[in-house]
């Protein structure tokens, strides 16, 4: 004699393999609809396998915003593991810029007519070179990150926070230069 099967003898199985199937398929739509992509490893047209980062100019009355923009940038190109970074006589791109402006703006006050929060606004021009034939192979004018920062609190945590915020706008651009050199190379 067989027992009566029990249709909760399922629970705690787990997900059907048609589900789980399913769901992977809904995803890799999902994924893929929105232009969402990996991180990886990628390459350029052009067979180059090594990055010179080269300092920034810096246009601007803001101190140290070259200093955070190149390390931010350096950092990003070695991690990513896209292109070997090294010094500019072994590199075959070089990547350089300007900073064109850092403008900060009040967005918000307080009931007492103070300014409560700003916005900070950093603006850059890139480009990569070919160091062999020092011809341009990518450039991008006008790039901007956009910050937000408190300011109601004592002008050295308001100058705090907008180093914070401008440290973050830096740490964008330069996962944006990465990414949009390979996609749009």
Request: glycine content about 4%; aromatic content about 8%.
């Amino acid at each position: 004699m067989s027992k009566p099967r029990n249709d909760n003898s399922r629970r705690g199985r787990g997900l059907r393999p048609v589900s789980r199937l399913a769901g992977m398929v809904l995803l890799l739509l999902l994924f893929s609809a929105c232009g969402y992509r990996l991180r990886g490893t990628q390459s350029l047209a052009g067979d180059y396998r090594t990055v010179a980062v080269q300092p920034f100019v810096n246009r601007t009355y803001e101190s140290l915003i070259e200093n955070y923009l190149y390390n931010t940038l350096v950092q990003e190109f070695a991690q990513s593991k896209n292109l070997r970074v090294v010094r500019a006589a072994d590199a075959d791109l070089l990547i350089s810029g300007v900073i064109t402006g850092v403008e900060s703006h009040s967005i918000s006050y307080s009931p007492d007519d103070k300014s409560y929060e700003y916005r900070v606004t950093l603006t850059i021009n890139v480009e990569a070179v070919d160091a062999r034939s020092q011809k341009v192979v990518w450039r991008r004018k006008g790039m901007q990150e956009v910050e937000e920062y408190k300011a109601n609190l004592e002008p050295l945590e308001i100058d705090r926070n907008r180093q914070v915020a401008l440290k973050r706008a830096c740490m964008v651009l330069a996962e944006d230069i990465h990414d949009r050199l390979f996609t749009d190379f």
